[in-house]
């Protein structure tokens, strides 16, 4: 069972950034493609970003391309997502999710593991 903590949420200014961080459990962090997910009150849990197992292949979404990285340090075993130029339409839970499986990685049901989320919230 794979256990995935994330941290750096809190309340920012709109413009500001803030990096959040996931650190998977388990010794196999490499077996595992990376997405982020958000969830705004009232609102479906979606697609943020996705990096594969080793970091050659990124996606996004469109309403965070250009503003949002995703990287991973596989010898840290964690994952990040740089979060720059935030909106107050950024304001979410964001929660990270791990998956075996190749493909589809914009959708939510084939992550296989997922953190708790942490909070991020954008004052305008």
């Known amino acids: 069972q794979v256990q995935l903590v994330e941290s750096g949420g809190g309340l920012v200014q709109a413009g500001g950034s803030l990096r959040l961080s996931c650190a998977p459990s388990?010794?196999?962090?490499?077996?595992?493609?990376m997405g982020w997910f958000r969830q705004a009150p009232g609102k479906e849990r979606e697609f943020v970003g996705y990096i594969s197992s080793y970091g050659g292949s990124t996606y996004y979404a469109d309403s965070v391309k250009g503003r949002f990285t995703i990287s991973r340090d596989n010898a840290k075993n964690t994952v990040y997502l740089q979060m720059n130029s935030l909106k107050p339409e950024d304001t979410a839970v964001y929660y990270c999710a791990a998956k075996t499986r190749a493909g589809n990685y914009n959708i939510l049901t084939k992550y296989d593991y997922w953190g708790q989320g942490t909070q991020v919230t954008v004052s305008s």
């Open positions: 388990g010794p196999t962090f490499t077996s595992y493609a």
